[in-house]
């Protein structure tokens, strides 16, 4: 069988390097905001090129804490609105309402399923006070169109970067384009963890201190609480795992470029729709390579009988779930579309030209 994700390959990759790792924190009697924290962040800086990176228990939490810590320096107030792609995964989506924010939904292109740039600004009212960009699928969504709206309105552009770790926009790393980043580690992403795990990053310092307070019970002295925080931390073990498997991570994504080209070059079937890739290759790390058939269910089950594991980025818009049940009867017909037909082939850094020859003859014989 071809596995969509093979986790325990991936990271048996590394296996000297990460059992030493783990080996070290174990013995090391320090388990929490240590050594291995501070050499990950430092690296991560140097890998994004941001001035602060601060490690934090997941993505969801990441993206929560960016915009709580725009409430608590008065940037933002709760009811206020942020702009937000209808086809995202739930969680950035969640991030904002948590915080009491508005989500407002905006259509994503069909051709590339990131948020319609220019769908942005006729959602704009006196209330907005952010876009949150998710790069979903790994593909950038950036221009210089979506920073001129934001300096217009006075928005701030926070970026979702759960998917596009490594991807470039004209030189810069994604996660440094916009005003701060959320990142998340989940063990499936590119680059994963051995758990939950994720980080923010910005080159606001202001900001930063307050994330890091936020984060820490509200708190950057010892006994004294400056808000009422939280705390998500990013833990020793998984710092260390991740500072080990950041140095891998742009070969591997280089990986997933070769693949997505194979695929989107010799897949041939006129019953699929396969994705556009950039015109830079840099912009895309293909977190998942997503194609469309109108029968979707039926090609999902033909590849299983053929053996091949494929998953549905996603099944049901947010707007359709009971989570938001007052956005059940709003219609966003290029979300819907896109949730119907949507299917994720395996694409991994570490999977063999046999099996990416495999799943193309099996897509191409549907
Ligand atoms: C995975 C993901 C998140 C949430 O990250 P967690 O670490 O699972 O909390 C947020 N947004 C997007 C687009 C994601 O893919």
Redesign the pocket.
């Known amino acids: 069988m071809i596995k969509f994700l093979d986790l325990q390959k991936i990271n048996l990759q590394y296996k000297e390097e990460i059992e030493a790792k783990l080996l070290e924190v174990f013995r090391s009697g320090w388990y929490l905001m240590g050594g291995q924290l501070s050499k990950f962040e430092e690296n991560f800086n140097h890998y994004t090129g941001c001035s602060h990176s601060i490690g934090v228990a997941?993505?969801?939490?990441a993206?929560r804490l960016i915009l709580r810590a725009y409430i608590e320096l008065g940037v933002m107030n709760k009811g206020d609105e942020i702009i937000v792609p209808a086809n995202?995964?739930i969680?950035?989506i969640l991030a904002i309402s948590d915080n009491g924010l508005v989500p407002v939904l905006v259509e994503p292109d069909l051709n590339n399923y990131n948020i319609d740039i220019s769908k942005i600004e006729e959602k704009i009212t006196s209330k907005t006070k952010g876009i949150l960009i998710?790069h979903?699928y790994g593909r950038i969504i950036f221009s210089e169109t979506l920073q001129q709206l934001a300096q217009k309105h006075s928005l701030k552009i926070i970026e979702?970067n759960?998917?596009a770790i490594g991807a470039e926009w004209n030189g810069s790393k994604s996660g440094n384009l916009g005003d701060a980043a959320?990142f998340?580690?989940?063990p499936g992403?590119n680059l994963g963890a051995l758990g939950?795990?994720?980080a923010v990053t910005t080159n606001d310092e202001n900001l930063a201190k307050t994330i890091r307070a936020l984060a820490n019970y509200g708190s950057n002295q010892k006994y004294v609480n400056l808000y009422q925080g939280l705390n998500s931390r990013l833990d020793e073990i998984q710092a260390a795992v991740l500072d080990v498997k950041l140095k891998y991570i742009d070969q591997e994504n280089d990986i997933r470029r070769n693949i997505a080209k194979r695929y989107i070059s010799e897949i041939s079937n006129p019953k699929i729709i396969l994705p556009e890739s950039p015109e830079n290759e840099k912009e895309h790390v293909w977190h998942v390579f997503i194609i469309r058939a109108e029968n979707r269910e039926a090609l999902q089950a033909y590849l299983t009988d053929k053996g091949i594991q494929t998953l549905i980025h996603y099944p049901i818009p947010p707007h359709r779930q009971h989570a938001y049940k007052e956005w059940n009867e709003m219609s966003f017909p290029i979300s819907e579309k896109i949730h119907q037909e949507v299917l994720s082939l395996p694409i991994s850094p570490v999977m063999s030209d046999e099996e990416v020859q495999e799943v193309i003859r099996a897509v191409n014989t549907f």
């Open positions: 997941n993505g969801l939490d993206l995202t995964y969680a950035s998710v979903l979702d759960a998917q959320g998340s580690f989940y992403k939950d795990a994720g």
